[in-house]
């Protein structure tokens, strides 16, 4: 039982490379999101997907893609990566949009922007 | 606007004494509230979560919770820290918009001396 698996779990880029990373789920679950986590600042939204095929702006997208080709997959685009862009990003996804559902998270994938 | 604060970044507690982790919350819905714990370079594991049914909230770990509509509080409370509660603590309310995410406070780290 994977539940939200994150790939790669560490990158080092330089400044104007790109790189992707991918999440997948095998819950079966319709909502996913990318987050971001910087100390002192808690988890924000960089984006999420509502099904399939679907993806949406959260809190602080500039800078970010992301594609829902699967449903089981939701990957987080960097095409031209910058020091902010230092972070360690969690995916997540739940199985309703009611409020009391929870969010299930992966283990973060560390990336650093030199 | 909905929003979710922790007071103390840091909280210290010796092992045995009662852990007390402050939340307080704003929202002009009704609020759907959740405590997750971050271990060192692991995600995020949901602890427990307020859904109306009751105000007082059980968890895993021997953690509870209990929502007060009247202070807009859901303080995290555990009557015996042990060693191993030494982690970074989330409160979270989930949104009523961009695909009901969860919008976090800044966390608050748990130490626990022996």
Known sequence: ??????TPKFRVLK????????CAQDMNH????????DPGMGLR???????????????VPDGYNVSRLKKQNFLLGLES?????TSVYFCASSYELYPTGEL?????SRLTVL | AQSVTQLGSHVSVSEGALVLLRCNYSSSVPPYLFWYVQYPNQGLQLLLKYTSAATL?????????????????????????HMSDAAEYFCALRAGNQGG??????????????
Not at chain 1, 1 to 6: D, E, I, W
Not at chain 1, 15 to 22: A, F, N, W, Y
Not at chain 2, 64 to 79: I, R, Y
Not at chain 2, 101 to 114: A, D, M, N, W
């Open chain 2, 101 to 114: 995410k969860l919008i976090f406070g800044q966390g608050t780290e748990l130490s626990v001396k022996p």
């Open chain 1, 15 to 22: 400044t104007g490379q790109s790189m992707t990373l991918l």
């Open chain 1, 45 to 59: 939204l960089i984006h999420y997907s509502v099904g399939e095929g679907t993806t949406a702006k959260g809190e």
């Open chain 1, 30 to 37: 319709e909502y996913m999101y990318w987050y971001r986590q």
């Open chain 2, 57 to 81: 909230v059980k968890g895993i770990n021997g953690f509870e919770a209990e929502f007060k509509k009247s202070e807009t509080s859901f303080h995290l409370t555990k009557p015996s820290a």
């Open chain 1, 81 to 85: 990566a910058a020091p902010s862009q």
């Open chain 1, 1 to 6: 039982n994977a539940g939200v698996t994150q």
């Open chain 1, 104 to 108: 299930f998270f992966g283990e973060g």
